[in-house]
């Protein structure tokens, strides 16, 4: 079954409106989480590395203005688009590195979330 | 920084035929080198991975090389079967503490009955 939870999986919502998406590691702990953009027909692109306790580390050409990230706890970060707008809209894919608490199946360094399809109308 | 390149872009082969995806990497550094499957509208899962210190690794009709003096790394699938159709993705990663994963272009695989 799967080991990282994103919800929702599917948003649509009004352009200046602010949509959070939560990404969850399910019976592991994660220290690091980190967040993918997905255009269509295009590869996995890094947003940023969320490190539980601390601000996240954004790649470059991401504005950490519009897009928030908080780890609070070592099984949950949320990525908050905020005032977004249609070139906002995107797959947006969380993956979870475990660290500690039962290992999940496969022993990778990284579980990935199913996504959640943004549009901004 | 890490730029990894992946040929061919779109793949099509008969059921039971081979399959081979093909990706370099820039960066001497990296040691993880994991393959990814991506079926539409989920996440990529991971299919098989392989460390720098070995050369090759197999796990039933998937296998990975990878040639580090030559940076380059592939993905073979034999037996190909109609479930294989999907979107791969390779990946190489530097272990600086957590694993920062650089993905390639992607191959969309199609396989016909």
């Known amino acids: 079954g799967a080991v990282v939870s994103q919800h929702p999986s599917w948003v649509i919502c009004k352009s200046g409106t602010s949509v959070k998406i939560e990404c969850r590691s399910l019976d592991f702990q994660a220290t690091t989480m980190f967040w993918y953009r997905q255009f269509p027909k295009q590869s996995l692109m890094l947003m940023a590395t969320s490190n539980e306790g601390s601000k996240a580390t954004y790649e470059q050409g991401v504005e950490k203005d519009k897009f928030l990230i908080n780890h609070a706890s070592l099984t949950l970060s949320t990525l908050t688009v905020t005032s977004a707008h249609p070139e906002d809209s995107s797959f947006y894919i969380c993956?979870?590195?475990?660290?500690?608490?039962?290992?999940?199946?496969?022993?990778?360094?990284?579980?990935f979330g199913d996504g959640t399809r943004l549009s901004i109308l | 920084g890490e730029n990894v390149e992946q040929h061919p872009s779109t793949l099509s082969v008969q059921e039971g035929d081979s399959a081979v995806i093909k990706c370099t990497y820039s960066d001497s550094a990296s040691n993880y080198f994991p393959w990814y499957k991506q079926e539409l509208g989920k996440g990529p899962q991971l299919i098989i991975d392989?460390?720098?210190?070995?050369g090759e690794k197999k796990d039933q009709r998937i296998a990975v090389t990878l040639n580090k003096t030559a940076k380059h790394f592939s993905l073979h699938i034999t037996e190909t079967q109609p479930e294989d159709s999907a979107v791969y993705f390779c990946a190489a990663s530097l272990n600086t503490g957590f694993q920062k994963l650089v993905f390639g272009t992607g191959t969309r695989l199609l396989v016909s009955p």
């Open positions: 993956s979870a590195e475990y660290a500690a608490g039962p290992a999940p199946v496969g022993n990778q360094p990284q579980h």
């Open positions: 392989i460390r720098s210190n070995v």
